[in-house]
């Protein structure tokens, strides 16, 4: 696909599938997507928060560094395909992707680093693409207040163009006052009800979908505004304080249906949820559109939870609720997390 292909690629060029188990069954193997797969464990830690301070923790990116009790959190993202596409806005992307995984712990992101490596300095691309990246990442580390000296971007240069693309690497660290505050990305209940806070959108441009399902590997970047994501973090900071989430995780690789399995994984529980109806089921559940985030709430707290969202023009959108196993997206089973599409994967 051209440059001019990709400016003027659109979802309509991507057939719909019309089995939902066929998108899955395929993706699923893929060893960095999935939680489940007979490859590598790439499952995300659950986070216990009465084990905080404790050094099985580390590994969570969770730790204490003085005697006053005051916790820390680290995240690490990295990106070379986006940056070959867009390096302002993929730059930006990356930090606001780690900006909302540290928010969705309860920790308030403080302070970034970056490092590009494999530049070839020699080449007018490849400068181009830094100093584009560099503009990128203080436009972001500005929206989101972090410290971000600029001198503080490393560079790996490489003599050997062609053999490894230009890579971005962004490490944030965030600060918890307490244990209290921190949040774990898995769901922990049946019946509690799960929400999608942000917009979806018709996208699923740089996806894993679109590039492993569809093998279509060259497209626009996802959907993102960097002031909206200023927005809902600061709106899903003040809705941890005021308790009123159970667990939050930003909706990201594999999109919103492999967030959801990778949530629900850990307590084998299951969800049964409802697309929207003004969305294509496969953008919805697999688009990788920035500026959403999956949470779990307790019924008792939903009519607070969304008034709030509301009255500061968030959108949300109900998805449904935890099951204690069953997988359901628009009342079609797709089986249990311990058999049926899972489990006759694993089998």
Same mark, same amino acid.
């Given at each position: ?67 006053? @009790? ?29 900006? !909302?995984?540290?928010?969705?712990? @309860? ?16 080449? +007018? ?33 490489? /003599? ?5 693309? +230009? ?17 774990? +990305? ?6 509690? /009800?799960?929400?999608?806070? @942000? ?62 399995? !990778?949530?629900?994984?850990? /307590? ?11 969305? !294509? ?7 990788? @559109? ?12 939903? /009519? ?44």
């Amino acid at each position: 696909m051209s440059e001019t292909e990709t400016k003027s690629f659109t979802i309509d060029q991507v057939q719909e599938p019309e089995d939902l188990r066929n998108v899955i069954y395929s993706m699923i193997a893929i060893p960095h997507l999935s939680p489940v797969n007979i490859f590598n464990d790439f499952a995300s830690i659950a986070i216990d928060s009465k084990q905080v301070g404790k050094d099985n923790l580390n590994g969570a990116g969770i730790f204490q560094v003085d005697e006053n @009790g005051t916790l820390f959190s680290q995240t690490i993202y990295a990106d070379y395909k986006r940056l070959a596409i867009d390096p302002f806005v993929a730059a930006q992307i990356i930090v606001a992707k780690a900006v !909302r995984r540290l928010v969705c712990y @309860g920790a308030e992101p403080v302070a970034m680093s970056a490092y590009i490596n494999n530049v070839d300095f020699a080449s +007018p691309i490849a400068e181009e693409m830094v100093m584009a990246a560099k503009l990128g990442l203080s436009a972001a580390a500005t929206v989101f207040n972090l410290q971000f000296p600029n001198w503080k971007i490393f560079y790996d240069n490489t /003599n050997s163009p062609g053999i490894a693309p +230009p890579t971005l690497i962004v490490s944030l660290v965030g600060k918890l006052s307490n244990s209290n505050q921190v949040l774990t +990305p898995s769901i922990k209940k049946k019946g509690h /009800n799960l929400l999608l806070v @942000g917009r979806s959108f018709d996208d699923v441009c740089a996806s894993e979908y679109l590039a492993h399902y569809h093998e279509i590997k060259t497209s626009p970047l996802m959907h993102f505004n960097l002031a909206f994501e200023k927005k809902l973090m600061m709106a899903m900071k003040e809705l941890i304080k005021k308790n009123l989430i159970i667990s939050a995780s930003p909706v990201g690789i594999g999109g919103l249906f492999f967030t959801l399995l !990778r949530d629900a994984l850990p /307590n084998e529980l299951g969800f049964d949820i409802t697309t929207d109806s003004e969305i !294509r089921t496969d953008a919805f559940l697999f688009g990788e @559109g920035m500026g959403r985030i999956l949470v779990s709430v307790d019924e008792e707290k939903e /009519n607070e939870f969304v008034d709030f969202l509301f009255d500061h023009k968030i959108p949300v959108m109900t998805l449904g609720h935890v099951t204690k196993g069953e997988i359901r997206i628009d009342d079609q089973s797709l089986g249990f997390v311990d058999k049926g599409i899972i489990g006759e994967y694993l089998d």
